[in-house]
């Protein structure tokens, strides 16, 4: 376990003054620090200490919210997923099939085309709907580009599970995404299986980490066109929200997919 001195040495080094170095204790009795960073330089700082990580042990995310100002839920939260099936994100997805289907009503042509039969049809039909000539927006390096005020805080959790960081820190809470049988919300867990999911497909890790809102750093989004409709349908199915941010599937295809950052955000 990673030594709470090291975290301050690195938040240090990373161009914090000792004093200005917050730490809280977590629900789950781990650590939490924080120090205030120009908002300009926040994904340089990140950046560094991630290259650290393998050395020190602490994980680095960006956020708007000071250590001393989190609140914590009572529990994490037990996961949905069956142990039976892998991966929870294609349990998920099959979940939100109807949701999805009526999705692809929004960019299906309106004559000479039948109803989307299925999930296969539907990927088909959004990599047809894409244009794919287009490279992702390059704005999307920018933190800027997700946030109307930017963030100017840097924590520092210790953890050799970056993926597991909702369940650390009761994050980010989805109470009006409820794709269950039972109308349950998504769980601390249930972020952490998806992540995890996706770090190991694509090396997805996350970059900042809020109350309602997740940006992850994709080392090696898809490529292929049926590949990123597939990922779009995952990401509208993980975050039915992207209507208030990004637009439809198709968007998501377009500009999210393939991109090395992916936001997420539930109102």
């Known amino acids: ?9 690195l938040a240090t080094e990373l161009g914090a003054r000792a004093q200005d170095v917050q730490r809280v204790r977590t629900p789950r009795g781990g650590t939490l620090l924080g120090f205030r960073c120009t908002p300009d330089a926040c994904l ?30 009572d529990l994490p939260g037990d996961s949905h997923r069956d142990e039976a099936r892998v991966p929870f994100v294609d349990g998920l997805v099959e979940l939100q099939a109807g949701e999805l289907l009526s999705e692809a009503e929004t960019f299906r042509p309106p004559t000479g085309r039948l109803p989307v039969r299925d999930l296969d049809d539907l990927a088909g039909r959004l990599t047809a709907a894409v244009p794919h000539s287009a490279p992702p927006r390059p704005a999307e390096t920018r933190l800027a580009t ?35 049988p039972g109308r349950e919300s998504l769980s601390y867990r249930d972020h952490a299986d998806v992540l995890r999911e996706w770090h190991d497909r694509f090396g997805a890790e996350i970059c900042y980490l809020d109350t309602d809102a997740l940006l992850l750093s994709v080392e090696k989004p898809p490529t292929d066109p049926l590949q990123v409709a597939r990922v779009a349908i995952e990401h509208y199915a993980y975050c039915p929200d992207f209507d208030q941010l990004i637009g439809g599937l198709p968007e998501i295809a377009a500009h999210q997919a393939p991109a090395r950052f992916w936001f997420f955000w539930w109102d």
């Open 1 to 9: 376990m990673p030594r709470a001195d090291a975290g301050a040495t």
């Open 44 to 73: 340089d700082v990140w950046r560094r200490a991630r290259e650290r990580h393998a050395d020190t042990g602490w994980w680095p995310f960006i956020t708007h919210t000071q250590p001393s100002d989190r609140e914590w839920a």
């Open 146 to 180: 997700f946030f109307a005020r930017p963030p100017e805080w840097i924590c520092l959790v210790p953890t050799g599970d970056p993926a597991g960081l909702p369940e650390l820190l009761d994050a980010p809470d989805t109470p009006n995404h409820t794709p269950f």
